[in-house]
């Protein structure tokens, strides 16, 4: 089981943005106040470093952020390190946490009337879309080929359940419509299309008449030699 703390910090002219990801082995530590709290001053180092790396070299109160990490797992009990280490640089930037479980940081290439509610809103679209690239042009050759495949799986599945299958013909009933040639005895129209009554085909209903209803007496058999209707 995994847990994280976030911590987006922008800086104080919000040109610089920065996201870590403190990550513990359970939900208990990830919501408990010290552990959010060393997060937070994780971001406000993070923010003055550019990569993961010069991050965990910084300084942490005399000691290294890597050494701390250390230092808290032996306190707290549960690894914790630094999962991930994002810094974003613009001409303005801001920032979106959803409930401390995701987190994205956008920057705008020109400051802008009203920037900070335009770049929240955007931040909030990234982190709702899940959001990988800007451009369906970024997109690894390889996922787009592992993508394309899984979705032909689900039509050539979809298509067998429904009977239609990609490789074969779907069966159909040809019914002849205004043919030019003999239309035979058993042949028929709809509605208003009915033969014309000729040798060919004859479709009017024959003249039927009541039959005649004879009573029944239980347990007595009648046989009075009468002929079906005609």
Known sequence: MAAAALKVTPDFVSSVGVAIVLGCETDFVGKNENFLALASQFGDIALKQDSKEAFLAADFGGMTVAD????????????????????????????????????????????????????????????SMGATTLSYKDFDPAFIASETEARIAVIEKDNIVFGLH?????????????????????????????????????????NLRPAQEEALVASESVDNWCLFAA
């Open 166 to 206: 990609i490789e074969r013909l779907i069966p159909f009933v040809e019914v002849a419509y205004h043919a030019v040639d003999a239309e035979l005895g058993r042949g028929m129209r709809v509605g208003g299309e009915a033969l014309d009554q000729r040798v060919f085909a004859v479709l009017s209903l024959p």
């Open 68 to 127: 701390k990490l250390i230092e808290q797992t032996g306190v707290i009990g549960e690894k914790l390190d630094i999962k991930a280490f994002e810094k974003v640089e613009a001409a303005y930037v801001g920032s979106y946490v959803h409930i401390n479980k995701i987190a994205a940081v956008v920057g705008l290439s020109s400051k802008v009337e009203n920037a900070a509610v335009l770049v929240k809103d955007l931040a909030m679209q990234v982190a």
